[in-house]
């Protein structure tokens, strides 16, 4: 199965390696008893370049990860003063676009748990839990460390039509994304060694431009937690939103527990947000708007208490404003006739948030599909 693999889907890739071998084992040299200038990658245009989730790349302003690193594109000179570092075979590889040989890389048969970074700019861009053996001869992942930290190019060179993946801070080459890979995201990022650094989970990570962020959480009850996680994770200012489970009676409950067991548990979004960016007031709107507050342990076709309405605060200012929010909601044209039965709770009170299953984190867009939700 292996050698079919090999000889299958990874054939354009390896008449691309050989066609760019030459790139790599002999690049242009300098003059005798110089050193090669380092080269910064092209750079990239708007107009033919998307991010990892295939949205426009707006390279003119500064911007920040939802991961909390800083992604505004290097300039030409801070590009060449960091290749001054880079191995004459890294800066074939990340500078010229080069390719190394299939089954050479020092970081293909690496199983360790940590972090891959950018070579040259440091940027984190692949965790050990998305890597996975593609029997092509190069490290693949089915997913970055951050969508925006990996942007994607249509690379039309050797005569073949790819997508080129490229470093979102430092535009430096890391290697092609396939559609291939395995579930949950189907994708293949093949990535050479030579464009990688690899840092041991529990190791500190380079100073590669994080910035400090004094974020806030916020635990929002609406129904089925796929449709209420997915929309605000979508909204400026919403760093993460994790599925999960709070405000029950049991320690660690499981999908299966909160469903068959009666454990009080609702199905709830925990979101971190930049309080500069988006605040609480309007994410109490928002979350009123991504459901139906006044229907009881219920969300559409959804039914029972694990679908209730519930707001979990995290201090005294959170909990006036939900209650101010929603005395005012209730007085409004909508719910004039409906009686909002939105519960507000302390964190104290509800309990420990724990968060679901691997399974139902980005379920929307893991698996695409849409929870009954109202529209906005």
Not at 246 to 251: C, D
Not at 313 to 328: L, N, V, W
Not at 329 to 336: A, H, L
């Amino acid at each position: 199965m292996k050698l079919l693999h090999l000889t299958g889907f990874t054939l354009a890739s390896i008449i691309a390696a050989v066609a760019v071998q030459r790139v790599y084992s002999d690049p242009p040299t300098a003059p005798a008893g110089t050193s090669p200038t380092p080269t910064a990658p092209a750079s990239s245009s708007t107009d033919m370049t998307t991010t990892a989730n295939n949205e426009p790349s707006k390279t003119s302003a500064a911007r920040l990860s939802k991961a909390g690193f800083d992604i505004t594109p290097l300039s030409k000179q801070r590009i060449d003063t960091l290749a001054l570092k880079l191995s004459k075979s890294d800066r074939d590889v990340l500078l010229a676009k080069g390719t190394e040989p299939a089954f050479c890389g020092n970081l293909l048969d690496n199983k360790k748990e940590g972090t891959y970074t950018c070579k040259l700019c440091d940027l984190p861009l692949f965790g050990s839990d998305s890597k996975f053996n593609s029997g092509t001869g190069w490290p693949s992942f089915f997913k970055p460390y951050d969508a925006e930290h990996v942007v994607v190019h249509s690379d039309k060179s050797h005569g073949m039509s790819r997508d080129e993946i490229v470093c979102g801070r430092c535009s430096g080459h890391l290697g092609h994304v396939f559609n291939d890979g395995p579930a949950p995201t189907g994708q293949r990022y093949c990535l050479n060694s030579a464009s990688l650094n690899f840092f041991d989970k529990g190791a500190q990570l380079p100073d590669a431009g994080r910035v400090p962020v004094a974020t806030q959480s916020a635990y929002f009850a609406g129904g089925c937690f796929w449709g209420v996680e997915d929309r605000f994770q979508q909204l400026p200012g919403v760093i993460t939103a994790i599925s999960g489970y709070m405000g029950g009676r049991t320690a660690n409950p499981t999908y299966k527990d909160i469903c068959y067991s009666n454990t009080g548990h609702a199905e709830t979004v925990r979101i971190d947000f930049d309080p500069s960016k988006i605040t609480y007031a309007q994410l109490l709107e928002k979350f009123f708007k991504f459901h139906d507050p006044s229907q009881l342990n219920r969300q559409g076709p959804d039914v029972g208490d694990q679908y209730r309405s519930a707001i979990f605060t995290t201090d005294e200012t959170q909990a006036k404003a939900a209650e101010a929010f929603i005395e005012s909601s209730q007085k409004s044209d909508r719910f004039k006739t409906r009686k909002i039965v939105t519960q507000v709770q302390t964190v104290a009170q509800a309990g420990k948030f724990y968060a679901a299953e691997d399974y139902h984190q980005d379920y929307h867009v893991k698996n695409g599909g849409h929870c009954a939700m109202p529209q906005e």
